[in-house]
């Protein structure tokens, strides 16, 4: 459960309904609002449309969100964030780890009426070994290859538990199953012919508009009762209609006027005011590890005691409450992923010493640094507000300990190229995606801004991907965590939730730690 | 008049010409890189860098713009990067909705302005002349997405008749089309209507001076005909081409208006285009605006020219 | 229509008109306030306070507080100074560049053509786009702002010289002061200028309101001026966000906004009035036009009709 929150007893009486916390049942009950129909449609605002639908090219959450309804994986995960069977029936490990056979279910069907085969998957787990981040990480050199019609085998070139982590991965960048017709004909470019398995097809998309999805009347399911993303997924609405909807105010009202059933990504000062609306419900879950990146490359923070300094300084509560705007939207933790993952990946390595906010010993370090007064230019992006509000604290907080500190706000595209650019910035605060694992955290590879570079993460990372089994790997995180206090690569502020909110008669299903509603068990009661 | 009218299309060419180069170095001048964008916020430098490459974004820009320019001149304006069509295809889905809002907002504009202007003109000098003026002035002094908003709070959310936002069009199911072009048509319109006010005032009273009037009246054709049979057919002009020059205001209008109110038309393409980089969109969609607008002022400086020989034959090149 | 700019007249006329009167008060209430307001309260536009975000209004905070517990009065106020700098920057720039530019393409026909085709091609460019376009090529800051904002209102303003100095040129006392000798210099300095002023003038006026208004809606798009630093458009870009929550914020910096642009617009028509009489009462008004629509329609109403 949670450890180390900071909640506000003073907001308890606006407390959401059925926040998730990793390890726990994450199914809400139905609501008495009348039982499901499902002959009805939901309708859906999002604020931006993916820039395409195929997860082996594009790392956003836009892109998988929508996605993963559409395409299936060989692996899952359930509601206690266990690995289960999905398109395959049943899958078998050799004694030394580096060999898988995955047996796959008799009879699925693919959107177009084809039949699943040993193929189809080979030939999309070879593009997605070679096109994707987790799929470069933990398969290069492997094979896949189709024994039979129904069975797959992969051979690793060495044993890793990344491997089964990564395959059941729901999220970004995903190991979708194509048809391998599509995947011959396809380049390095995004898909666009999204064909698949999944309990939803895609019927139209009118870009910058509207995607359309139906329910799959032929879909074949997978044995047993609903629980997270495993068993049996029949959608549970007719259709979905996602509508692009940038602007944030007219999402939130489109919500009160009944023209949306669900609107995803409410601002946070929106959300008491849906709260209080009874005709609606909101929820959300920890999404964002919004971060404070140091430039190690050049300037005053390639010196870890500069960093030591402003790590000090920071007031993390402060920073947090205008980021998310309410206490009850944010999670003060010690440890690098998200509070909600502590089931999987508990650690005890900072947790009392992880936020001092100490302005006295923070200059002390400051000066013993030897920080000069030099100019520091802290970065943001005002298109993820979070991370600008941060920001905007931030320097607040560091001209109070004397340091030098402007911000500098872009939009995205030139926020993305300038933090790759080390004579730019100083200080950047960025929204990272939770990840599954702490090695895919993104922060600590080379080639990410801020220039990481540190021996001893990278043998703690050696021996942390060759651990065979998931409970090798766990051991090793405390390793991580310790390395992350020592080196400070970036300054963890907090966990940021995204806010979800829906009409009374619509109820729906989040997947356990930082999933997400689940689209096949939304259901409208209409 | 012949002549004339093909010596200022033919100065089109190289305004056009001037405007392309311009918008084509901004553009690509502009930092950020539509592979990041196709790409997602973690994607490695790596990729992206190739994903460029692939794009042709980084060969010099002079040789990019040559190679864009060789295939406008044929009409090829080249696809989107995200939109999965052609920029031209693009622009004409596009131009629809925007189309119905521009239309919308001239009536509502027309509509309050030229009877409240007339009837201002009318009784000079009174209170309602007074009132008019007040408006037109306060009117001319609020961005229209301020008005957006607030009319949003108070018919959509507050009082509930109308929808918040969202588009359909009025060829599909005109009630529907109606009821949501009505807000942003009236906070697009209104600051047009405070500009025409005025001008209906001035044509109005200029008219209502002259000689013409004059002798109208004494030979006794009644007050109300007098105003709006003779007074308005004369008044018409300026007021028509005021029209007609505030198509630019309209385009930018447009541009603010459409992404509060949800509208996929011109503004939205734009401002997604912007986010994204799509850089042939950009190109392809100011090029459009801009030529639409210059078309829009030639047609106006022709009617003008038509009407009064003198600024036809005076004006400058 | 020769003005001439000289003689008591001309000081007296504008101290009377109404209009000027009105927006020239309005104005200087404006500046004042900006200027001299927070330094009384000793209120600090960035002083964040997270915990007290979006009050309302109350002692210690006359305005309520915005969405990070600053201060709003003092944030509107620092709007205000950086409106108005940013307005009257580009109103001055854009009103010397353009005269430079105008009275060369008048003078010398080569440089005429060209300059005057560059000219059409920027006016031809809808002003917000080009400032957008500008303004995310040069980078956030706000001299590259009033840089993009100058850009995009200096080709009117050349176009206004430009014709306006040829009409003077053309006058025969200026072809009787040539016949006698007079350089071009000379009958720039003393014959056309002087006659340029004043609708000048009124051109940068406008120019000065429409800044303003220009930089509230690329801040409203996210391009304006940087952030932290306030400005109206700023605000009303923040608060778009919370408008139910904080009303406050939207309606504090669009009273501000619309009142400076009504005194400068009153300031223009007032001017406008004095400087040539006719142009209100007929359907063409080039203050107006000029400054809705950047067109060239301008330059051919000061030229029709009789001198």
């Given at each position: 459960?949670?450890?180390?929150?900071?909640?506000?007893?003073?907001?308890?009486?606006?407390a959401?309904?059925g926040v998730?916390?990793?390890?726990?049942?994450?199914?809400?009950?139905?609501?008495?609002?009348g039982?499901?129909?499902?002959?009805?449609?939901?309708?859906?605002?999002?604020?931006?449309?993916?820039?395409?639908?195929?997860?082996?090219?594009?790392?956003?959450?836009?892109?998988?969100?929508v996605?993963?309804?559409?395409?299936?994986?060989l692996l899952?995960?359930?509601?206690?964030?266990?690995?289960?069977?999905?398109l395959?029936?049943?899958?078998?490990?050799s004694?030394?780890?580096?060999?898988?056979t995955f047996?796959?279910?008799?009879?699925v069907?693919?959107?177009?009426?084809?039949?699943?085969?040993?193929?189809?998957?080979?030939?999309s787990?070879?593009?997605w070994?070679?096109?994707?981040?987790?799929?470069?990480?933990?398969?290069?050199g492997a094979?896949?290859?189709?024994?039979?019609?129904?069975t797959?085998?992969?051979?690793?070139?060495?044993?890793t538990?990344?491997?089964?982590?990564?395959?059941?991965?729901?999220?970004?960048?995903?190991?979708?199953?194509?048809?391998?017709?599509?995947?011959?004909?396809?380049?390095?470019?995004?898909?666009?012919?999204?064909?698949?398995?999944?309990?939803?097809?895609?019927?139209?998309?009118?870009?910058?508009?509207?995607?359309?999805?139906?329910?799959?009347?032929?879909?074949v399911?997978?044995?047993?009762?609903?629980?997270?993303?495993?068993?049996?997924?029949?959608?549970?609405?007719?259709g979905?209609?996602?509508?692009?909807?940038?602007d944030?105010?007219t999402?939130?009202?489109?919500?009160?006027?009944?023209?949306?059933?669900?609107?995803?990504?409410?601002?946070?000062?929106?959300?008491?005011?849906?709260?209080?609306?009874?005709?609606?419900?909101?929820?959300?879950y920890?999404?964002?590890?919004?971060?404070?990146?140091?430039?190690?490359?050049?300037?005053?923070?390639?010196d870890?005691?500069?960093?030591?300094?402003?790590?000090?300084?920071?007031?993390?509560?402060?920073?947090?409450?205008?980021?998310?705007?309410d206490?009850?939207?944010?999670?003060?933790?010690?440890?690098?992923?998200?509070?909600?993952?502590?089931?999987?990946?508990?650690?005890?390595?900072?947790?009392?010493?992880?936020?001092?906010?100490?302005?006295?010993?923070?200059?002390?370090?400051?000066?013993?640094?030897?920080?000069?007064?030099?100019?520091?230019?802290?970065?943001?992006?005002?298109?993820?507000?979070?991370?600008?509000?941060?920001?905007?604290?931030?320097?607040?907080?560091?001209?109070?300990?004397?340091?030098?500190?402007s911000?500098?706000?872009?939009?995205?595209?030139?926020?993305?190229?300038?933090?790759?650019?080390?004579?730019?910035w100083?200080?950047?605060?960025?929204?990272n995606t939770?990840?599954?694992?702490?090695?895919?955290?993104?922060?600590?590879?080379?080639d990410?801004a801020?220039?990481?570079?540190?021996?001893?993460?990278?043998?703690?990372?050696?021996e942390?991907?060759?651990?065979?089994?998931?409970?090798?790997a766990?051991?090793?995180?405390?390793?991580?965590?310790?390395?992350?206090?020592?080196?400070?690569?970036?300054?963890?502020?907090?966990?940021?939730?995204?806010?979800?909110?829906?009409?009374t008669?619509?109820?729906v299903?989040?997947?356990?730690?930082?999933?997400?509603?689940?689209?096949?068990?939304?259901?409208?009661?209409? | 008049?012949l002549?004339?009218?093909?010596?200022?299309l033919?100065?089109?060419?190289?305004?056009?010409?001037?405007?392309s180069?311009?918008?084509?170095?901004?553009i690509?001048?502009?930092?950020?890189?539509p592979a990041?964008?196709?790409l997602?916020?973690?994607?490695?430098?790596?990729?992206?860098?190739?994903?460029?490459?692939?794009?042709g974004?980084?060969?010099?820009?002079?040789?990019?713009?040559?190679?864009?320019?060789?295939?406008?001149?044929?009409?090829?304006?080249g696809?989107s990067?995200?939109?999965?069509?052609?920029?031209?295809?693009?622009?004409a889905?596009?131009?629809?909705?925007?189309?119905q809002?521009?239309?919308?907002?001239?009536?509502?504009?027309?509509?309050?302005?030229?009877?409240?202007?007339?009837?201002a003109?009318?009784?000079r000098?009174?209170?309602?002349d007074?009132?008019?003026?007040g408006?037109?002035?306060?009117?001319?002094?609020?961005?229209?997405?301020?008005?957006?908003?607030?009319?949003?709070?108070?018919?959509?959310?507050?009082?509930?008749?109308?929808?918040v936002?969202?588009?359909?069009?009025?060829?599909?199911?005109?009630?529907?089309?109606l009821?949501?072009?009505?807000?942003?048509?009236?906070?697009?319109?209104?600051?047009?209507?405070?500009?025409?006010?005025?001008?209906?005032?001035?044509a109005?009273?200029?008219?209502?001076a002259?000689?013409?009037?004059?002798a109208?009246?004494s030979?006794?054709?009644?007050?109300?005909?007098?105003?709006?049979?003779?007074?308005?057919?004369?008044?018409?002009?300026?007021?028509?081409?005021?029209?007609?020059?505030?198509?630019?205001?309209?385009?930018?209008?447009?541009?603010?208006?459409?992404?509060?109110?949800?509208?996929p038309?011109?503004?939205?393409?734009?401002v997604n285009?912007?986010?994204?980089?799509?850089?042939?969109?950009?190109?392809?969609?100011?090029?459009?605006?801009t030529?639409?607008?210059?078309?829009?002022n030639?047609a106006?400086?022709?009617?003008?020219?038509?009407?009064?020989?003198?600024?036809?034959?005076?004006?400058?090149? | 229509?020769?003005?001439?700019a000289?003689?008591?007249?001309?000081?007296?006329?504008?101290?009377?008109?109404?209009?000027?009167?009105?927006?020239?008060?309005?104005?200087?209430?404006?500046?004042?306030?900006?200027?001299?307001?927070?330094?009384?309260?000793?209120?600090?536009?960035f002083?964040v306070?997270?915990a007290?975000?979006?009050?309302?209004?109350?002692?210690?905070?006359l305005?309520g507080?915005?969405?990070?517990?600053?201060?709003?009065?003092?944030?509107?106020?620092?709007?205000?100074?950086s409106?108005?700098i940013?307005?009257?920057?580009?109103?001055g720039?854009?009103?010397?560049?353009?005269?430079?530019?105008?009275?060369?393409?008048?003078?010398f026909?080569?440089?005429?053509?060209?300059?005057?085709?560059?000219?059409?091609g920027?006016?031809?460019?809808?002003?917000?786009?080009?400032?957008?376009?500008?303004?995310?090529a040069?980078?956030?800051?706000v001299?590259?702002?009033?840089?993009?904002?100058?850009?995009?209102?200096?080709?009117?303003?050349?176009?206004?010289?430009?014709?306006?100095?040829?009409?003077?040129?053309?006058?025969?006392?200026?072809?009787a002061?040539?016949?006698?000798?007079?350089?071009?210099w000379?009958?720039?300095?003393?014959?056309?200028?002087?006659n340029v002023?004043?609708?000048?003038?009124?051109?940068?006026?406008?120019?000065?309101?429409?800044?303003?208004?220009?930089?509230?809606a690329?801040?409203?798009?996210?391009?304006?001026v940087p952030?932290?630093?306030?400005?109206?458009?700023?605000?009303?870009?923040?608060?778009?966000?919370?408008?139910?929550?904080?009303?406050?914020?939207?309606?504090?910096?669009?009273a501000?906004?619309?009142?400076?642009v009504?005194?400068?617009?009153?300031?223009?028509?007032?001017?406008?009035?004095?400087?040539?009489?006719?142009?209100?009462?007929s359907?063409?008004?080039?203050?107006?036009?000029?400054?809705?629509?950047?067109?060239?329609?301008?330059?051919?109403?000061?030229?029709?009709?009789?001198?």
């Open positions: 459960m949670r450890t180390s929150t900071r909640r506000s007893v003073a907001l308890a009486a606006t959401l309904t998730l916390v990793a390890g726990c049942s994450s199914d809400t009950t139905p609501d008495g609002a039982s499901a129909n499902p002959a009805a449609r939901l309708i859906m605002a999002i604020p931006a449309q993916p820039p395409n639908l195929d997860p082996d090219v594009s790392t956003t959450t836009a892109t998988s969100d996605a993963n309804g559409i395409l299936e994986t899952t995960t359930d509601e206690k964030q266990q690995v289960r069977p999905m395959a029936a049943k899958y078998d490990v004694p030394d780890g580096k060999t898988y047996d796959l279910r008799k009879g069907k693919f959107h177009d009426g084809t039949d699943l085969d040993a193929n189809d998957v080979v030939t787990m070879d593009r070994s070679r096109l994707s981040g987790p799929g470069q990480t933990y398969f290069t094979t896949w290859r189709a024994v039979d019609d129904d797959v085998r992969l051979d690793l070139t060495t044993p538990f990344g491997a089964l982590l990564a395959l059941a991965n729901p999220n970004e960048q995903f190991p979708a199953v194509y048809p391998s017709e599509i995947i011959t004909t396809a380049t390095d470019e995004p898909i666009t012919k999204i064909v698949g398995t999944g309990p939803f097809q895609l019927r139209e998309w009118i870009p910058d508009q509207s995607l359309t999805l139906d329910r799959f009347d032929g879909y399911p997978a044995d047993g009762e609903p629980n997270g993303r495993a068993g049996n997924r029949t959608a549970g609405v007719a979905i209609d996602f509508k692009f909807v940038p944030a105010a999402r939130v009202l489109g919500l009160q006027t009944g023209e949306y059933d669900f609107i995803s990504e409410v601002p946070y000062d929106n959300a008491a005011q849906v709260l209080e609306d009874d005709s609606l419900k909101a929820d959300s920890p999404v964002t590890l919004l971060n404070l990146y140091y430039n190690k490359a050049q300037g005053p923070f390639a870890v005691n500069a960093r030591r300094a402003v790590d000090t300084a920071l007031d993390r509560d402060a920073i947090m409450t205008a980021a998310v705007s206490p009850q939207f944010y999670t003060l933790t010690n440890s690098m992923m998200l509070e909600s993952q502590s089931g999987l990946w508990p650690t005890a390595v900072g947790k009392d010493t992880f936020n001092p906010h100490d302005t006295d010993r923070a200059r002390q370090l400051l000066a013993d640094s030897g920080y000069r007064g030099a100019p520091v230019r802290i970065i943001a992006t005002r298109d993820y507000l979070e991370s600008y509000n941060a920001a905007v604290v931030i320097q607040e907080q560091l001209k109070g300990i004397g340091v030098d500190a911000l500098d706000t872009y939009d995205w595209p030139t926020f993305t190229e300038v933090r790759d650019d080390p004579t730019k100083e200080l950047a605060v960025i929204p939770a990840k599954s694992d702490p090695g895919s955290l993104v922060f600590t590879r080379p990410f801020g220039s990481t570079k540190s021996p001893q993460l990278d043998a703690i990372l050696a942390y991907r060759s651990s065979t089994t998931l409970e090798q766990r051991s090793h995180y405390d390793d991580l965590q310790r390395w992350f206090y020592d080196y400070l690569p970036v300054s963890k502020l907090g966990d940021a939730d995204t806010v979800f909110a829906t009409t008669n619509v109820d299903v989040v997947g356990p730690g930082f999933e997400g509603p689940i689209s096949w068990r939304t259901t409208v009661a209409k | 008049m002549n004339y009218t093909l010596k200022r033919l100065a089109l060419i190289p305004v056009l010409a001037v405007v180069v311009v918008i084509f170095a901004l690509h001048l502009t930092p950020g890189n990041r964008a196709i997602g916020p973690e994607a490695s430098a790596a990729d992206v860098e190739a994903l460029s490459e692939r794009l974004l980084n060969r010099p820009v002079a040789l990019q713009y040559l190679e864009w320019l060789g295939r406008a001149v044929t009409g090829n304006f696809d990067l995200f939109l999965r069509k052609s920029v031209t295809q693009a622009v889905d596009n131009a629809v909705p925007t189309a809002l521009a239309i919308a907002a001239l009536v509502v504009a027309v509509a309050i302005a030229v009877p409240l202007g007339t009837l003109a009318r009784w000098g009174s209170p309602l007074a009132l008019a003026m408006v037109s002035l306060v009117g001319m002094a609020v961005p229209s997405f301020v008005l957006g908003l607030i009319l949003i709070l108070v018919l959509a959310v507050g009082l509930r008749v109308l929808p936002a969202g588009y359909e069009s009025v060829f599909d199911d005109p009630v529907r089309g009821r949501y072009l009505l807000l942003p048509a009236i906070s697009l319109g209104a600051v047009l209507a405070a500009f025409l006010l005025r001008t209906t005032r001035a109005v009273l200029d008219v209502l002259s000689d013409y009037i004059q109208a009246r030979r006794g054709v009644t007050e109300s005909r007098l105003l709006f049979r003779h007074t308005l057919r004369n008044a018409g002009l300026p007021i028509v081409t005021a029209v007609g020059l505030t198509f630019g205001a309209l385009i930018t209008g447009a541009v603010v208006t459409e992404t509060i109110f949800n509208i038309g011109i503004g939205s393409l734009l285009a912007i986010k994204r980089r799509d850089y042939p969109v950009l190109q392809g969609v100011v090029m459009f605006a030529l639409a607008y210059l078309v829009v030639l106006v400086d022709l009617v003008y020219g038509l009407v009064d020989p003198r600024i036809r034959l005076s004006g400058n090149g | 229509m020769g003005e001439s000289s003689g008591r007249g001309w000081r007296t006329r504008i101290l009377t008109n109404r209009s000027v009167l009105a927006g020239g008060t309005l104005l200087l209430l404006v500046v004042v306030l900006a200027f001299a307001l927070p330094p009384m309260f000793h209120a600090d536009p002083a306070d997270p007290h975000r979006l009050a309302k209004p109350g002692p210690g905070h305005l507080t915005d969405t990070f517990g600053r201060d709003l009065l003092a944030r509107v106020a620092a709007g205000a100074k409106s108005l940013v307005g009257g920057a580009v109103a720039l854009s009103g010397l560049l353009g005269t430079v530019i105008g009275l060369l393409a008048s003078a026909t080569v440089m005429d053509h060209v300059l005057m085709r560059v000219c059409d920027l006016m031809a460019i809808p002003a917000l786009l080009l400032a957008v376009a500008l303004a995310a040069l980078g956030p800051s001299p590259n702002l009033i840089a993009a904002l100058t850009v995009v209102a200096t080709p009117s303003v050349a176009r206004l010289v430009r014709s306006r100095a040829l009409a003077v040129t053309s006058e025969t006392f200026v072809e002061s040539r016949a006698q000798g007079a350089g071009t000379h009958v720039t300095v003393k014959h056309v200028l002087p002023l004043s609708v000048l003038a009124v051109q940068v006026t406008f120019i000065f309101a429409d800044a303003i208004i220009t930089e509230a690329l801040s409203f798009l996210g391009a304006g952030t932290p630093q306030p400005s109206w458009g700023n605000i009303l870009y923040d608060g778009k966000g919370v408008i139910l929550q904080a009303p406050m914020m939207t309606i504090a910096a669009s501000a906004l619309v009142v400076t009504l005194a400068l617009n009153l300031l223009g028509d007032g001017l406008r009035d004095l400087v040539d009489p006719r142009a209100t009462r359907g063409r008004q080039p203050g107006m036009l000029t400054r809705l629509v950047g067109t060239r329609r301008g330059d051919v109403v000061l030229q029709g009709g009789p001198a």
